[in-house]
């Protein structure tokens, strides 16, 4: 099989593990938890949040903890053919969109005080379809999030997973870019590394 041909393979498996996991919000919250006990929350000012559709991480609860701590939180939008950034200060500001995902209004999409330039953001939290140990992403196919990743490269990139989403390699091509880091629910993996989360509290 060609790269294109692996990655559908791949989704199509991580899809259905996905779709398969019971729990989900309460696996979300642990989640939540790692990620703000985690040491890439220092010295960070501008913090960047997917916000969570269908069986994805829920990312809902932890953008309102984010909100009330001491850092500046934005969220991506589809415009044209890549994700540009807004600054939020509630998720009742978001409306949905394409695919019912919820997004900034036109009215702080074009708020001068409210556009949000990619290379200022110091963390990314990245959804995905499946990760490997090391680092490697596979999204969804169109590589918005790759294209976002490149311009916010000095980012400290979290990728946000379920443990059915961890695999032990991920096919990629040179425009994927890799994770700093990875949370699931038990395990947080850097590098060639695997850490349990417990260690963080």
Same mark, same amino acid.
């Given at each position: 099989?060609?790269?294109?041909?692996?990655?559908?393979?791949? +989704?199509?498996? !991580?899809?259905?593990?996905?779709?398969?996991?019971?729990?989900?919000?309460?696996?979300? +919250?642990?989640? *939540?938890?790692? &990620?703000? $006990?985690?040491?890439?929350?220092?010295? &960070?000012?501008?913090?960047?949040?997917?916000?969570?559709?269908?069986?994805?991480?829920?990312?809902?609860?932890?953008?309102?903890?984010?909100?009330?701590?001491?850092?500046?939180?934005?969220?991506?939008?589809?415009?044209?053919?890549?994700?540009?950034?807004?600054?939020?200060?509630?998720? $009742?500001?978001?409306?949905?969109?394409?695919?019912?995902?919820?997004? =900034?209004?036109?009215?702080?999409?074009? $708020?001068?005080?409210?556009?949000? &330039? =990619?290379?200022?953001?110091? @963390?990314?939290?990245?959804?995905?379809?499946?990760?490997?140990?090391?680092?490697?992403? @596979?999204?969804?196919?169109?590589?918005?999030? $790759?294209?976002?990743?490149?311009?916010?490269?000095?980012?400290?990139?979290?990728?946000?997973?379920?443990?059915?989403?961890?695999?032990?390699?991920?096919?990629?091509?040179?425009?994927?870019?890799? *994770?700093?880091?990875?949370?699931?629910?038990?395990?947080?993996? !850097?590098?060639?590394?695997?850490?349990?989360?417990?260690?963080?509290?």
């Amino acid at each position: 099989m060609n790269l294109v041909e692996q990655k559908q393979v791949l +989704r199509g498996e !991580a899809i259905a593990r996905r779709e398969r996991l019971t729990g989900r919000d309460e696996l979300s +919250r642990l989640i *939540m938890a790692h &990620v703000l $006990d985690g040491p890439w929350m220092a010295n &960070v000012e501008m913090i960047c949040s997917y916000v969570s559709m269908g069986s994805e991480v829920r990312t809902h609860e932890l953008i309102k903890r984010l909100l009330t701590g001491p850092w500046t939180v934005c969220v991506p939008w589809c415009g044209g053919n890549e994700l540009k950034l807004a600054r939020i200060l509630s998720l $009742d500001e978001l409306r949905p969109r394409t695919l019912g995902i919820l997004e =900034p209004p036109r009215s702080l999409r074009e $708020d001068p005080a409210r556009i949000v &330039v =990619p290379e200022t953001v110091g @963390l990314q939290l990245v959804p995905g379809l499946a990760f490997s140990t090391d680092g490697k992403r @596979l999204g969804y196919g169109r590589g918005y999030y $790759d294209r976002l990743l490149a311009r916010s490269s000095e980012a400290k990139r979290i990728g946000l997973a379920f443990n059915c989403q961890i695999f032990s390699d991920v096919p990629t091509g040179p425009q994927d870019v890799s *994770m700093h880091r990875i949370v699931t629910e038990t395990d947080m993996y !850097a590098g060639n590394s695997t850490f349990n989360c417990s260690t963080f509290n």
